[in-house]
């Protein structure tokens, strides 16, 4: 008897449906999917093409005759400099095209992020033009291109991108609201991986996967819906299309539930065995004969920092002009206020646990420390946090410089000389980093900021816990995007002086 014979003999009927069904919905979700990318895509390039065709004309075909509206593709096609340009776009569309292709920016069940896509898009305009304009001086033509054309072209790209997502995010949401669109995902492992893997499921606002549950040989609860036994059932009950595997190190079991459901067309993943390592940021090498995965901290390195550096630089520097007049202000209601000093340094940890002296307004008074020790009791933070929401120690003029974080102002001088940035991490006192976990540490892997993640997510009304969790968020996913979205959300959340204290 053939192996085919044998294999067909241990599927049932039952299977071939299930199996059938799958398939079915697969195609019919696969060419629903491309249809619509294609027409994403249509869609995105028409816009550039309008953009360039409306600038050509009135830039370009302005300048060598009279535009005849009435017999327009004759006017153009006598314009000297047509074949020029048409080498210029189709150099800059091709170049733009392979760098946003390479990223990934046209798959359909990609993640969108609005202003990471933009960021992106306007690198890949950046490029695509200095790679054409580069061409077109090697080969030394004696065309004069438009330098508003140009310009503007490549700013209206990038608005035309931005545009488009909108119009991609649009299009998934609306998908997503139609039931029969769903893509089926069952969890192996009910653990912190699983459960997070979840949550990312149930928080994706445009992918159309649909969590059905757990399984789960050591757990209990109704999202557990069995154990791993069960997995090949529920398959055919549920019509799985995804599968997380979230317990690698189960060799012989993992092996076997692989086996039991490969018969159907059923997309399995495997989350790695070093997932604490993976999730930070990873770099492929090779150990002499040997490849190896190198650990890297964060993202924030080479061109990165540098043009994170250099825009904590510029942008300390012009705030403390701007602000000066906020700064003397302070200063002088704190004097009036009460007797002290009007800026106090206090010793914190910075980047890999190197102590500086972070400046601030005072807004307590000027024996606080002193007084420390006496309300240690009254201390209503947990972890290694001393915060007390109505403080004795702060002073009229401190609880409102505090609530609207005036009194951090003076650390953009400490951002100036490098001590600092303005995003990330708020640097601890040292007898707070006395008592920090391994993993606690790892707050130390960039430089701590004046504002950050969890400052924008609740500020002091959230647990110490979930400070580090966001903290380590930033710094393993750092982008210039995520970057740009602190920044804009700080300036609400100081203004309604929320959760600060």
Not at 100 to 118: A, P, V
Request: charged fraction near 20%; charge should be positive; glycine fraction near 6%.
């Amino acid at each position: 008897m053939s192996l085919e014979i044998q294999m067909n003999k241990n599927i049932k009927p039952g299977h071939l449906l299930i199996a059938e069904d799958i398939v079915s919905y697969k195609k019919k979700t696969l060419r629903l999917e491309r249809l619509l990318n294609i027409s994403m895509i249509a869609v995105e390039y028409l816009l550039y093409l309008t953009c360039f065709i409306v600038l050509f004309l009135f830039k370009v075909v302005s300048d060598y005759d009279e535009l005849r509206w009435n017999d327009i593709l004759s006017s153009i096609q006598q314009i000297p400099v047509l074949g020029e340009y048409m080498m210029l776009i189709g150099v800059i569309f091709a170049v733009y095209t392979g760098w946003l292709y390479q990223r990934g920016m046209f798959k359909w069940n990609r993640d969108i992020k609005i202003i990471d896509d933009t960021f992106t898009a306007a690198k890949a305009v950046a490029f695509s033009f200095l790679i054409a304009l580069g061409l077109i001086f090697f080969l030394k033509t004696s065309v004069i291109y438009s330098r508003v054309l140009i310009l503007v072209l490549a700013v209206l790209m990038v608005v035309s991108f931005m545009a488009s997502r909108f119009l991609r995010l649009g299009v998934l949401i609306l998908l997503k609201r139609t039931p029969h669109y769903d893509k089926n995902v069952l969890i192996i492992g009910a653990g912190r991986v699983g459960e997070q893997i979840r949550d990312n499921l149930n928080a994706n606002k445009t992918g159309r996967t649909r969590f059905i549950g757990f399984l789960d040989d050591y757990k209990k609860g109704h999202q557990v819906l069995g154990s791993i036994p069960d997995i090949e059932q529920l398959v055919q009950k549920h019509k799985i299309h995804e599968i997380y595997i979230t317990i690698p190190s189960e060799r012989g079991l993992i092996n076997k539930m692989i086996s039991s459901v490969r018969k159907y067309d059923v997309q399995i993943k495997i989350i790695p065995e070093l997932f604490e390592l993976v999730t930070s940021s990873v770099s492929f090498d090779h150990a002499f004969d040997y490849p190896c995965i190198e650990i890297v901290r964060t993202p924030l390195r080479g061109l990165n920092w540098f043009m994170k550096r250099s825009a904590d630089f510029v942008v300390s520097a012009i705030g403390i002009l701007l602000i000066s007049p906020i700064l003397a202000a302070v200063a002088i209601a704190i004097k009036l206020d009460s007797r002290g000093p009007l800026l106090i340094k206090q010793k914190r940890i910075g980047k890999n646990g190197a102590p500086f002296n972070m400046l601030k307004f005072r807004s307590m008074v000027a024996n606080a420390e002193a007084l420390k020790a006496s309300l240690a009791h009254k201390n209503e933070a947990v972890g290694p946090v001393f915060k007390i929401k109505n403080d004795p120690r702060i002073t009229r003029v401190g609880r409102f410089i505090r609530k609207y974080s005036l009194d951090e102002l003076p650390q953009l001088f400490n951002v100036l000389m490098g001590q600092m940035s303005l995003v990330g991490p708020r640097p601890p006192l040292p007898n707070e980093v006395e008592q920090y976990t391994d993993y606690q540490w790892r707050r130390f892997d960039v430089r701590p900021g004046i504002t950050g993640l969890w400052q924008v997510s609740g500020r002091s009304d959230l647990p110490f816990e979930e400070w580090v969790k966001l903290d380590i968020y930033y710094i393993e996913r750092w982008s210039l995007g995520l970057e740009f979205r602190i920044l804009l959300k700080t300036l609400p959340v100081v203004l309604k002086g929320e959760g600060a204290y």
